[in-house]
T-cell receptor, first 114, second 115 residues
Framework: AQSVTQLGSHVSVSEGALVLLRCNYSSSVPPYLFWYVQYPNQGLQLLLK??????LVKGINGFEAEFKKSETSFHLTKPSAHMSDAAEYFC????????????FGTGTRLKVLA | DAGVIQSPRHEVTEMGQEVTLRCKPISGHDYLFWYRQTMMRGLELLIYFNNNVPIDDSGMPEDRFSAKMPNASFSTLKIQPSEPRDSAVYFC?????????????FGPGTRLTVL
């Protein structure tokens, strides 16, 4: 069975500081991994996805994530936080076995301080 | 493109009533997903369809929940009878066939309150 664990339900950073949101996965087979962002009262929007190509994945809005098999991690980073990055971020996994069943983490709420 | 359209955006009903949530996926998308989001359980996949056929409904909580997709442009999620614990935000998402299937496009959600 696949699962993801997001460490830290709330993260605060200063504007201009590095954003680091942590995600660890558990999967018995090579996983596909995703990061989504959710702004208040909106649906989720895909930031980036890892589907077994390059281990460093670049997404929208300046975010990127690195797949590290040895650490079973897929942490999300952005070099410089903007106020507009304040939102909730979800890590998700799905098996590569052909089904499109996604398992989402519990989310990390990012607060950006002026 | 209008994106994924969900209706109603808000629904307040009393326990025991039937509730029907509606979704119009993005035109040309072959996959449709229904999710439920609550504070306690987070975001859960309820069911997904491919070409209007239900593929995996293992996330549907119980027989009170049912989902249909009569054609490529419309899907419903029905709860009958509704209970207070069904209160949640229900999202519909769609994605295309092929290499971009993993890129899901979410609707704005329906906030359901069961009194």
């Amino acid at each position: 069975a696949q699962s993801v664990t997001q460490l830290g339900s709330h993260v605060s950073v200063s504007e201009g500081a590095l954003v680091l949101l942590r995600c660890n996965y558990s999967s018995s087979v090579p996983p596909y991994l995703f990061w989504y962002v959710q702004y208040p009262n909106q649906g989720l929007q895909l930031l980036l996805k890892y589907t077994s190509a390059a281990t460093l994945v670049k997404g929208i809005n300046g975010f990127e994530a690195e797949f590290k098999k040895s650490e079973t991690s897929f942490h999300l980073t952005k070099p410089s936080a903007h106020m507009s990055d304040a939102a909730e971020y979800f890590c998700a996994v799905r098996t590569t076995s052909g089904t499109y069943k996604y398992i989402f983490g519990t989310g990390t709420r990012l607060k950006v301080l002026a | 493109d209008a994106g994924v359209i969900q209706s109603p955006r808000h629904e307040v009903t009393e326990m025991g009533q039937e509730v029907t949530l509606r979704c119009k996926p993005i035109s040309g998308h072959d996959y449709l997903f229904w999710y439920r989001q609550t504070m306690m359980r987070g975001l859960e996949l309820l069911i997904y369809f491919n070409n209007n056929v239900p593929i995996d409904d293992s996330g549907m909580p119980e027989d009170r929940f049912s989902a249909k997709m009569p054609n490529a442009s419309f899907s419903t999620l029905k709860i009958q009878p509704s209970e207070p614990r069904d209160s949640a935000v229900y999202f519909c998402a769609s994605s295309p066939q092929g290499l971009s299937t993993d890129t899901q496009y979410f609707g704005p959600g329906t906030r359901l309150t069961v009194l």
